[in-house]
Structure formats: structure tokens, C-alpha cells
């Protein structure tokens, strides 16, 4: 595999779970694949699961890693060509981008959505010059309209526990004081899109995603329709997408905030989220603390998920 950006670049589903599972049975069957091969970690943006699990994933498989917080020690970097460098970013992206890879076999990249320019952002204009500059296998620890990582780890969730062949799965929008990237659902539509799922998304008016995200999922404005004989329930807050309002907060309706009520409509269904989490605006402690919440084995599944990409990535260095 020569890139990780979205569900396309993993090719049959079906396999990706088998070898998914197959290496949750022994994460360290490949521990000698890696040998000798450098990862680069590279965050524009605060991680704590994407750092931590991706890490893991490459001890598993005997990689070397190093983690670059752009924003803690390196220079500021400056991303637009043409700019006369007088203020106060140091170096150019198209420099520093590189050398990065001149010291590296695979590089990762978390850059979210800047949330000023829309073209910008959906554009994927970090990530792709990345891929552009660096000489380097790249993939993607949440980018600007995706996290395919986590939407990977979702699916591998969703199949563990599911019971049924066809599960309804439902994402909701969720209230949050600040305007959160549109990655994580964009990313999760895109993979429950590929699957056979019943999937639904609901959200308030004003909060529909770029409909090449949307597919052929329902889409679902009343919350507590949405969540009827649900069996997965997939909460994230997002910035609106549409228009003159991209990447603003439109709503703070605490009654979006899953809470038993909500769930009590569903099929006794699994709660879901990719972390990190606002108490009591997305989700209330008792249904985050409830039984039937995954959020802690769905985190788990994020170093399953890293090992098959990374391990995937390392046999595509071979060729
Ligand atoms: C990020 C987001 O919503 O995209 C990362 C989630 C994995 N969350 C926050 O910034 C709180
Ligand atoms: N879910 C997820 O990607 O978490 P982090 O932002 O902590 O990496």
C-alpha cells in the first residue's frame, strides 16, 4: 500500500477485517517486518489516542518512530507559496517537508482542517503536499476531511460486536462548544458507506456534511426517530459544512446530547465515540458509563487498526 487517506486505499474490506483480527490474535506476528524501517509521526494538531496507538502499532511490527509536534520545538512552518516570508513563520512546509523524509521510510500526518477556507481544507492541501514532497509513503492520522485510522478501528468495533448481519447504525451530531473538524463523520460515512449496514445519520438542520460523504445514507432530523431498533449508536459534534456558515457552531441544543432517554429508543444499543469526549455536551455520564458504551475497546482497536496500515504500507516499500 503506497498511501492511507481514505477507505479506497485499503482495498476489499472484507480482507482488511481478516488480517484485522489476525493480528489482534498475535500483535506480534510481523515483529520482524519492520526492522530497520523509520516511521515519522508528524501532528500540527493535540493527540492522545492517534499517538499513543500509532506508536504502538509500529513496536508491534519493529519499527523505529519519531514523533514531530510542529508546535512544540519545531520552526513555525509558513504554507503558501509565493508568501514574502517577513513575519513570523521561519521555514517553508516545501522545505521542511523533504528533509523530513529524507530521514524516514513512512511518514504520518495529522493536519485538521484549518476552518477558514473551505476549498482549503477539502482540498487536503497539507496532506497532499506531503505526498507530493516528501518521497515518502504517507497516510493519514486525521486530516482535514478525514480520519481513516479511527473509521478503520470503528468498523473493526462495529463487526466484533454486532449480532446481527445488517446492524442499524446511527451517527449523531452532538452539541460542543467549539466547531470540531467534519473528519471523523465525513471518514465514518465513507466506511459504513462501503459496508452493508442499515446506516443513518441525523443532526439538526443546518449540520448536513458534503453529500459525497453522505452516499446513500439516510438522512434523519428528528433525533429520537433516527435512533429507533438502532444497535450502534455513533455520537461526534462537527462545524457545519454548508456554506457561509462553514465551521461555525450553529447549535448548542443540550437535548442532541445522548442521554438515557435517547438511548432507551434504541435496540439496546452499543454507544459509540472516537474520543475525546465533552462530558454531559455529547454524551451523559451514565450512558458513557453504561454497559453497553464501547468507547474503551473501540480506542483498543485503534493499534489493531495502525498495524494493518503500517504493516501494509512496510510490504509496499518492498516492491
Ligand atoms: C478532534 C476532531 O473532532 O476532529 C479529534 C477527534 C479524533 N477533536 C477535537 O478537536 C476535540
Ligand atoms: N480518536 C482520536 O484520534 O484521538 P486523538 O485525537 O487523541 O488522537
Known amino acids: 500500500m503506497k498511501q492511507f487517506t481514505c477507505v479506497q486505499d485499503l482495498g476489499d474490506l472484507r480482507s482488511a477485517l481478516a488480517e484485522a483480527f489476525e493480528i489482534k490474535k498475535d500483535r506480534f506476528k510481523y515483529s520482524e517486518l519492520g526492522r530497520n524501517k523509520t516511521l515519522m509521526m508528524i501532528f500540527f494538531n493535540s493527540s492522545l489516542r492517534t499517538r499513543l ?5 509500529a513496536f508491534n511490527l519493529g519499527m523505529n518512530v519519531m514523533v514531530l509536534d510542529i508546535n512544540q520545538g519545531a520552526w513555525k512552518l509558513e504554507t503558501e507559496r509565493g508568501v514574502i516570508m517577513a513575519g513570523d513563520k521561519q521555514e517553508h512546509i516545501l522545505e521542511a517537508i523533504p528533509v523530513m523524509g529524507s530521514y524516514c521510510d513512512i511518514i504520518g500526518v495529522r493536519s485538521f482542517a484549518r476552518f477558514e477556507d473551505r476549498e482549503f481544507d477539502y482540498n487536503e492541501v497539507i496532506l497532499n503536499q506531503f505526498t507530493k514532497y516528501s518521497g515518502r509513503p504517507v497516510f493519514s492520522m486525521e486530516a482535514a476531511t478525514r480520519h481513516p485510522l479511527q473509521s478503520f478501528a470503528d468498523l473493526i468495533t462495529i463487526e466484533e460486536y454486532k449480532t446481527k448481519e445488517r446492524p442499524k447504525v446511527v451517527l449523531t451530531w452532538a452539541p460542543h462548544p467549539r466547531p470540531l473538524p467534519q473528519a471523523v463523520p465525513n471518514s465514518f460515512a465513507e466506511w459504513m458507506n462501503t459496508t452493508d449496514y442499515d446506516f443513518v445519520i441525523t443532526h439538526p438542520e443546518g449540520y448536513e456534511l458534503d453529500p459525497k ?12 426517530k433516527a435512533f429507533e431498533g438502532a444497535d450502534f449508536i455513533y455520537a461526534k459534534s462537527w462545524g457545519a459544512y454548508t456554506g457561509e456558515n462553514y465551521g461555525r457552531v450553529l447549535s448548542t441544543d443540550r437535548s442532541w446530547t445522548v442521554s438515557s432517554g435517547q438511548m432507551a429508543c434504541t435496540d439496546n444499543a452499543f ?3 472516537c474520543l475525546p469526549v465533552r462530558r454531559n455536551m455529547i454524551v451523559s455520564d451514565e450512558v458513557i458509563e453504561c454497559d453497553r458504551s ?10 489493531i487498526s495502525a498495524t494493518v496500515v503500517l504493516k501494509r504500507m512496510i510490504e509496499g516499500l518492498e516492491k
Open 213 to 224: 460523504f453522505v452516499g446513500r445514507a439516510k438522512v434523519e432530523y428528528d433525533q429520537r
Open 294 to 303: 464501547i468507547v474503551i475497546p473501540e480506542a483498543a482497536n485503534r493499534e
Open 271 to 273: 454507544f459509540m465515540h
Open 53 to 57: 496507538s500509532t506508536q504502538k502499532a
